[in-house]
Structures are given as structure tokens and as C-alpha cells.
């Protein structure tokens, strides 16, 4: 047996063990919830597609519904992080993140208009003010707050730089599945979620996938017009 074969299979049974423990994780927080949520992005298309959280994935995007709260468990604790806020359970290996990278990533998303050199120059004016030092644990969920405008709910900051929001039908009509072991909820109509949010070629596993900033930076511009 090669060398390679067994880090191969090593670095497998490390991400079927962090992905057995999201889900772990998330049959013990859904009776915490207290309201109307629903999985979404990556764990969407993992349910969707695969019939199971991806394989790659360290997270897991929870959407709460206005009025919706989390009493977390004993054990857990949550941590306000930029764009949305984290919840975990504090016995687990602290997260390892460049909190300089981290940085430069949200400032590139707030400007997609801008080359790497710019985005570098912008985030160097807030860095030291404006900088979070990451305290959860791997894996961990992201928790989104939805705010409901005229015919959808939005995601704050989301919604403006990367065109993610869901209709009422979307999110008023939630649906469950059984398909992880356990009941959760994903909204109606998953399939049209998941092509607004990955694009028409969803169904296709593209290891190297990135969100076209600039396509929702036109599209932005556009509806302004």
C-alpha cells in the first residue's frame, strides 16, 4: 500500500468524521431552535444533490425566520462575525484562520470592482479597528437572520453583494426531509434556490466553485438603474 494511498484515505476519514459530527451537531441544536429556519447553500446542495451534507463542507448555513431565536445548549457558545454569527460547541479544536485573509475577503467582496492591490490598500485603513479574531470551533454553523422585504426575505449584506434571497413561497412553505437521518427543514422549492444561488450547472460538483462577484455587481447596478 502506497504512501499516498493512506494519506488518501486518512484525509477521508477525517472529513467523514467532521461531517458525522455536523450532523450530530445539528440533531442536537434543532430543538433549540425556536421558530422557522431552514438549511441553506452548500448543506442545501449537499441534501439536494447528494442526499447528504458534502463531504468538503466545515459548515453548515442555518436561515432563522424573523422572529425565530436559538437558546443555545450547555457546552455550546456563538460568536458575532462580521456578516453573520457562529455557533458552536466549545469543546471542539478552535478554528486556524489568517485573520489577515479573513480581512482582505471582506473587503473584496464589498468591492468586487476592485483588483487585489486595491482591495489591499482599502482593508489596510479599518484592519486594525475593524478586525475579528475568530474564537469558534471546527466545524461550526452560520447563522443568517432574514428580513422580509415586499415579496422575499433578504440576507443582510448577502442579499446586496451576492444576490442570495428567497421568496415567501420559498421560506413560508418549508419542507422537510428525513434524508440525513433526521427531520430537517429546506425551503420549498429547493431546486430553484439552488440554481438562483450555484447556477444552472448545480447538479455538476465543481470542487473549484466561486460566486461571480462581478455578474452580481452588474446585476446590482442594473436594478438601481
Known amino acids: 500500500m502506497s504512501k499516498y494511498y493512506e494519506e488518501d484515505q486518512l484525509e477521508i476519514y477525517a472529513k467523514e468524521t467532521r461531517r458525522k459530527e455536523l450532523k450530530d451537531m445539528l ?9 422557522k429556519w431552514f438549511i441553506g447553500k452548500g448543506g442545501l446542495l449537499g441534501i439536494v444533490r447528494n442526499g447528504d451534507l458534502i463531504l468538503d ?5 442555518l436561515y432563522l425566520l424573523p422572529g425565530t431565536r436559538i437558546e ?17 460547541r466549545k469543546k471542539n479544536f478552535p478554528v486556524k484562520l489568517n485573520t489577515w485573509l479573513e480581512y482582505l475577503n471582506l473587503t473584496k467582496t464589498k468591492h468586487p470592482e476592485m483588483n487585489r492591490a486595491a482591495v489591499m490598500k482599502e482593508a489596510r485603513k479599518t484592519y486594525d ?3 475579528i479574531k475568530p474564537c469558534f470551533t471546527l466545524p461550526w454553523f452560520d447563522i443568517y437572520y432574514l ?14 453583494y451576492y444576490g442570495s434571497y428567497f421568496t ?16 430537517v427543514n429546506i425551503p420549498y422549492n429547493a431546486i430553484d434556490c439552488l440554481e438562483r444561488h450555484f447556477g444552472k450547472d448545480w447538479k455538476t460538483p465543481n470542487r473549484n466553485y466561486k460566486k461571480d462577484l462581478t455578474k452580481c455587481l452588474k446585476k446590482k447596478f442594473e436594478k438601481s438603474d
Open 72 to 88: 443555545l445548549p450547555e457546552g455550546w457558545a456563538k460568536q458575532k462575525y462580521y456578516v453573520d454569527q457562529k455557533i458552536y
Open 57 to 61: 463542507d466545515h459548515d453548515l448555513d
Open 147 to 160: 428580513e422580509e422585504n415586499n415579496d422575499r426575505y433578504e440576507i443582510y449584506f448577502w442579499t446586496e
Open 27 to 35: 440533531e442536537e441544536i434543532i430543538p433549540y431552535i425556536k421558530g
Open 129 to 131: 479597528k475593524n478586525k
Open 168 to 183: 415567501k413561497q420559498e421560506v413560508e412553505n418549508i419542507q422537510k426531509t428525513n434524508v440525513l437521518g433526521f427531520e
